[in-house]
């Protein structure tokens, strides 16, 4: 066996070898802030449930490139970036996919900075892209180049439409933040276009994942605790096993400067302990140190 595994390995470097003599294929180097947005998302997913580290620090990476260096002085996003410089004025899908990656970075990592950064996001987008008249979202800024019909994209395709993105944000972050005006936003955009998903479901997948988070009651979860502490990561294990869509975790080491958030707001680890409170809509039941005790919870 050793032998053959030798033989193979040779084999392998001189292909290599061979394969490098020719014309490498030519590869894009632009970065697009709303494809990076729904890698962010897989990878910290991945990281949260399998502890990929490597696909963690990959998302962490593309989120601080995106808001360090394709981010205006007033918020605002930019869409591209190549050959140094970001250009192009971001559109809807930049801003909702980035909401939700940044979402799901703070679910892997605890860092409540991409929760604000996803907040403050979440304003831009509804300043620039909301309109007022007919509900739901714009798919391009008021500065972008001048078209006969400013777009606006209702349905999925090969990756979720920027109002179907943007409704799923909305609603998770008016939970976040407390707050109910995000929701109404949400809800707007669902009423109207309730009839349309009766009748062609296929055409909105994600929008209808959302209905699906917007009719059920989210369990809200607070989890105070060391992330790199083995108790930490118990609860984790509790709370990401198995798939729960309609959960919204808030991860912290403590409550100290959190008060912009209503579910760690005065909050802290019993004990030294890692700490779970369970609640729906803002009522929580007593906290618990226990991962049995909060899978007993989790399923009342």
Same mark, same amino acid.
């Given at each position: 066996?050793?032998?053959?595994?030798?033989?193979?390995?040779? =084999?392998?470097?001189?292909?290599? *070898?061979?394969?490098?003599?020719? #014309?490498?294929?030519?590869?894009?180097?632009? #970065?697009?802030?709303? =494809?990076?947005? $729904?890698?962010?998302?897989?990878?910290?997913?991945?990281?949260?449930?399998?502890?990929?580290?490597?696909?963690?620090?990959?998302?962490?990476?593309?989120?601080?490139?995106? $808001? !360090?260096?394709?981010?205006?002085?007033?918020?605002?996003?930019?869409?591209?970036?190549?050959?140094? *410089?970001?250009?192009?004025?971001? @559109?809807?899908?930049? @801003?909702?996919?980035? +909401?939700?990656?940044?979402?799901?970075?703070?679910?892997?990592?605890?860092?409540?900075?991409? $929760?604000? *950064?996803?907040?403050?996001?979440?304003? #831009?987008?509804?300043?620039?892209?909301?309109?007022?008249?007919?509900? =739901?979202?714009?798919?391009?800024?008021?500065?972008?180049?001048?078209?006969?019909?400013?777009?606006?994209?209702?349905?999925?395709?090969?990756?979720?439409?920027?109002?179907?993105?943007?409704?799923?944000?909305?609603?998770?972050?008016?939970?976040?933040?407390?707050?109910?005006? @995000?929701?109404?936003?949400? !809800?707007?955009?669902?009423?109207? $276009?309730?009839?349309?998903?009766?009748?062609?479901?296929?055409?909105?997948?994600?929008?209808?994942?959302?209905?699906?988070?917007?009719?059920?009651?989210?369990?809200? &979860?607070?989890?105070?605790?060391?992330?790199?502490?083995?108790?930490?990561?118990?609860?984790?294990? &509790?709370?990401?096993?198995?798939?729960?869509?309609?959960? +919204?975790?808030?991860?912290?080491?403590?409550? *100290?400067?959190?008060?912009?958030?209503?579910?760690?707001? =005065?909050?802290?680890?019993?004990?030294?302990?890692?700490?779970?409170? #369970?609640?729906?809509?803002? &009522?929580?039941?007593?906290?618990?140190?226990?991962?049995?005790?909060?899978?007993?919870?989790?399923?009342?």
């Amino acid at each position: 066996l050793e032998a053959l595994e030798a033989q193979v390995a040779e =084999g392998r470097a001189r292909l290599y *070898e061979a394969r490098a003599k020719r #014309v490498w294929p030519a590869r894009d180097e632009k #970065v697009l802030v709303n =494809g990076n947005g $729904l890698m962010i998302t897989a990878m910290a997913e991945a990281a949260l449930v399998l502890g990929r580290e490597d696909d963690l620090r990959a998302a962490q990476a593309a989120a601080g490139f995106i $808001l !360090e260096r394709m981010r205006r002085a007033d918020g605002r996003l930019f869409h591209v970036y190549a050959g140094g *410089e970001a250009s192009v004025p971001g @559109y809807l899908d930049d @801003y909702a996919h980035l +909401i939700a990656g940044l979402l799901a970075l703070h679910q892997a990592d605890g860092d409540l900075r991409w $929760l604000r *950064e996803a907040g403050a996001l979440a304003e #831009v987008m509804l300043d620039r892209f909301w309109d007022d008249d007919l509900g =739901g979202f714009y798919d391009t800024e008021p500065e972008h180049e001048p078209l006969l019909v400013r777009p606006r994209t209702l349905t999925d395709g090969a990756t979720p439409a920027g109002n179907s993105m943007a409704v799923d944000g909305l609603l998770r972050l008016a939970v976040y933040f407390d707050r109910p005006d @995000y929701r109404e936003r949400a !809800e707007r955009v669902l009423t109207d $276009l309730s009839r349309p998903m009766k009748r062609h479901p296929l055409a909105f997948p994600h929008l209808l994942c959302a209905l699906d988070f917007a009719l059920a009651t989210p369990q809200e &979860v607070a989890l105070l605790g060391d992330p790199r502490r083995e108790d930490t990561q118990a609860m984790l294990a &509790v709370l990401t096993r198995p798939f729960r869509p309609h959960l +919204i975790l808030v991860r912290s080491a403590s409550s *100290e400067g959190a008060d912009d958030l209503p579910l760690l707001r =005065g909050r802290q680890p019993l004990d030294g302990r890692a700490t779970a409170y #369970v609640c729906r809509q803002f &009522v929580c039941q007593a906290p618990t140190t226990n991962p049995d005790e909060l899978a007993r919870q989790l399923a009342s």
